[in-house]
């Protein structure tokens, strides 16, 4: 059974900086596209940075590109998304979530994503 642990939210000044974590049990990131994915009060659902380890093909959101940025631990069943420059409007609650790989390249729509984690909150303020 594949399960998604995230951990690292919290709150944070304007400029500031945190790093996001996923734990996977349940087989390696390798096996899967993963997405790192947003909700804020009020609003969708939104992807934030979707990528595929093994084909090295990474998405960021517009409202993220040159401020956050993915990785792994070795072992792949770590993923991280750091998060630096921090803007109130990047608050809201981080999910991480995992699919099986599409055939070519990967999605951004949290539809496309079976698996999911229980969220982290994270808070900026102003």
């Known amino acids: 059974e594949v399960q998604l642990v995230e951990s690292g939210g919290g709150l944070v000044q304007t400029g500031g900086c945190l790093r996001l974590s996923c734990a996977l049990s349940g087989g390696t990131f390798d096996d899967y596209t993963v997405g790192w994915f947003r909700q804020a009060p009020g609003k969708e659902r939104e992807g934030v940075a979707c990528?595929?380890?093994?084909?090295?093909?990474?998405y960021y959101g517009d409202p993220v590109k040159g401020r956050f940025a993915v990785s792994s631990d070795h072992a792949k069943t770590t993923v991280y998304l750091q998060m630096n420059s921090l803007k109130p409007e990047d608050t809201a609650v981080y999910y991480c979530?995992?699919?099986?790989?599409?055939?070519?390249?990967?999605?951004?729509?949290?539809?496309?994503?079976?698996?999911w984690g229980q969220g982290t909150q994270v808070t900026v303020s102003s």
């Open positions: 990528f595929s380890l093994p084909d090295r093909v990474f």
């Open positions: 979530a995992a699919r099986l790989p599409l055939r070519v390249g990967v999605s951004s729509s949290p539809n496309a994503y079976n698996y």
